[in-house]
């Protein structure tokens, strides 16, 4: 038990975000963003590295969320915002979906975990809702898509 809640904590969830935020940045990359940059966590740095356009910064508390920062100039329009705000619960829903299709006895026990770790971020994050300023990726793919209808 208490192994287990070190591999989610510290494995699971971090590599879970991760995934997450590089859904986000796969689609800025997409819509040819310049510039792209993942945080993983809160508090202090602790490691960044760079490859090619993109900056990774990972904080010390590296379990607790994590967000991504796209830029290009001119600024995406809302129709490619929308579909940025998605990539990271389907990079999540493709990732827990790829791993379910392998049979149980197959996976190790973290595998387990991991899938449904990145199918829990796909499916909460594609909910749209809107709690004390932090907007869900699925709030904020609609009210992109209503600013495209509009």
């Given at each position: 038990?208490?192994?287990d809640?070190?591999?989610?904590?510290?494995l699971?969830?971090?590599?879970?975000?991760?995934?997450?935020?590089?859904?986000h940045?796969?689609?800025?990359?997409?819509?040819?963003?310049?510039?792209?940059?993942?945080?993983?966590?809160?508090?202090?740095?602790?490691?960044?590295?760079?490859?090619?356009?993109?900056?990774?910064?990972?904080r010390?508390?590296?379990?607790?969320g994590?967000?991504?920062?796209?830029?290009?100039?001119p600024?995406f329009?809302?129709?490619?915002?929308?579909?940025?705000?998605?990539?990271?619960?389907?990079?999540?829903g493709?990732?827990?979906?790829?791993?379910f299709?392998?049979?149980v006895?197959?996976?190790?026990?973290?595998f387990f975990?991991?899938?449904?770790?990145?199918?829990?971020?796909?499916i909460?994050?594609?909910?749209?809702?809107?709690i004390?300023?932090?907007?869900?990726?699925g709030?904020?793919?609609?009210?992109y898509?209503?600013?495209?209808?509009?």
């Open positions: 038990m208490v192994v809640v070190f591999l989610l904590l510290f699971i969830a971090p590599l879970g975000l991760f995934i997450h935020e590089m859904g940045v796969l689609f800025a990359m997409i819509f040819r963003a310049e510039k792209s940059y993942i945080i993983i966590g809160a508090g202090r740095l602790i490691y960044k590295f760079r490859v090619g356009k993109l900056q990774v910064y990972v010390i508390f590296f379990f607790n994590g967000r991504s920062i796209n830029e290009k100039t600024s329009s809302f129709k490619e915002k929308a579909w940025i705000s998605m990539g990271g619960p389907l990079l999540n493709m990732v827990a979906s790829l791993l299709l392998r049979p006895t197959e996976q190790p026990e973290g975990y991991f899938c449904l770790f990145n199918g829990y971020l796909a909460t994050n594609s909910f749209p809702f809107y004390k300023g932090v907007k869900s990726d709030y904020r793919f609609f009210q898509f209503r600013s495209v209808k509009s």
